[in-house]
Each structure stands twice: as C-alpha cells, then as structure tokens.
C-alpha cells in the first residue's frame, strides 16, 4: 500500500472475495475510493480513462478485448462499463482459467449500452458493495458502537466525546 492510502473496512472483504471467485467487480459512487482500494491490491492495471494516447487503452479493448486482460493476476479494470464487452470477456477467461483472483472491475455507472445482453457472470464474478468512508476510517470515530449491533439489539452505553451536535453534523454532512 501507498504512503498515502487510508486502509478500507472493504480491504478485507476484497481478499476473501478474490479469494474465492474470478473476478471482484467493485461498485459504489464516484469518488468513494473504489480504484484506489483495488490498486492497492491490483499486480497490474488496465485504466480505460487514461487520455493516455488519444484514449488507446479504451481503443485496444474495443478492438480486442483478450488484449485489455492480459497482464499479471490480480488485473484491474478501471472503468469497464466503458466497454461493455469486457464483461463478457471476463467472464470467459475465469472459464478458461478457472482459478480465483484474475480481475478486479471498477465503475461507478451502468455499460453504456444498455441494450446488450448481459450475462450475470454468476459463479465467476461477484460483487463487492464500497460506499463513501466510515467515520472509523476517517479517524473520527474509535468504531465502540456498531450499527449492526444496534439493529441486532444490542445497547450501547454513552455517545463518546463527540456530543449531539456534532454527530448530528456528521450524519447530514454528505458522503
């Protein structure tokens, strides 16, 4: 990991995840971390925004999408809904393959051609849900109360030393 990455709740999860199927594909909102967090575990890269080359990386996966995936396991592809065909090329090389932790897959929208079926990938590729940073990972929090425990019924005594006001502020605040 980088000097400068904050470690992720989802770091762990993604290891066991890869662990166990081809690929990881990673969703959640821009910017919430989620091509940082594979980088960290990514051994190569395939980044299909780089400008890089008048978009090249996008233009070889178009062309040739078995070009895009070759590269060292894990491989990251950033963005893929950018190539929709991607997916299913994916797809085919954990069948041909057939082992866990091939690729990992970012985006934060839906492949621009919706009308192109799709297969679910079920079996080979799975997905890991990543949102906006907790306040344990920002460091605001020390993580003694739990949500889940909450709403599995567990009471929690005290609210720490934020106080009302401020936890208030951080709940409306924004991701």
């Known amino acids: 990991m980088n000097s400068t990455y904050i470690p992720r709740i989802v770091d762990r ?55 895009a995936l070759a590269g060292d396991h894990p491989r990251l592809i950033d963005e893929w809904q950018e190539i929709p065909k991607l997916w299913g090329a994916v797809r085919f090389e954990c069948d041909r393959i057939g082992t866990p ?36 990972e920002l460091g605001i929090s020390n993580g003694a109360v739990s949500l889940a425990q909450l709403f599995a019924g567990k009471t929690t005594t005290g609210m720490g030393s934020l106080g009302l006001e401020r936890i208030a502020e951080l709940i409306v605040r924004g991701g």
Do not use: Y
């Not at 079926?117 to 990543?130: E, K, N, Q, Y």
């Open 101 to 136: 932790g091939l690729f990992i897959l970012t985006g934060s929208a839906t492949p621009h051609d919706n009308h192109a079926p799709m297969h679910s990938g079920v079996g080979r590729i799975t997905r890991l849900s990543m949102g906006t940073m907790t306040l344990k």
């Open 13 to 67: 999860e993604l290891q066991e995840l890869l662990a166990s199927f081809g690929a990881v594909l990673i969703e959640g909102p821009k910017w919430c971390g989620k091509t940082t967090t594979a980088q960290t575990t990514a051994a190569s890269s395939l980044m299909l925004a780089d400008p890089t080359g008048d978009f090249a990386n996008r233009t070889l996966a178009e062309l040739d999408p078995s070009l």
